[in-house]
């Protein structure tokens, strides 16, 4: 059965985002390059979609934090 493809280009800089990523479900895994368009089967965009989604919610929980703690110190 043929897998469907999704085309996927992975943000890059030259800090944090500069690896290649690494997928793996149920035993089938990739290595994706950053900053270049790629086709990889719909299931694995689906994986990285929903890291990209984690990724975001983490930094919005460490600004709201990183803010509480800040509005504490100055109370003090």
């Known amino acids: 059965m043929a ?3 999704t085309k996927v280009k992975l943000f ?7 690896d290649d990523v ?5 035993g089938e895994s990739y290595l994706i390059q950053r900053g270049v368009e790629v086709e990889v ?6 994986v990285l979609e929903h ?3 984690q990724d975001e919610k983490t930094q919005q929980l ?3 934090t ?4 800040q509005q504490k110190a100055a109370a003090l």
Do not use: C, H, R, T
């Open 3 to 5: 897998k469907k493809m």
């Open 62 to 64: 460490m600004a709201q």
């Open 66 to 69: 990183q803010a509480l703690y």
């Open 51 to 53: 890291s990209a989604q």
């Open 41 to 46: 089967p719909d299931y694995i965009a689906e």
């Open 22 to 26: 690494f997928v793996a479900v149920n």
């Open 12 to 18: 890059k800089d030259y800090g944090e985002y500069k």
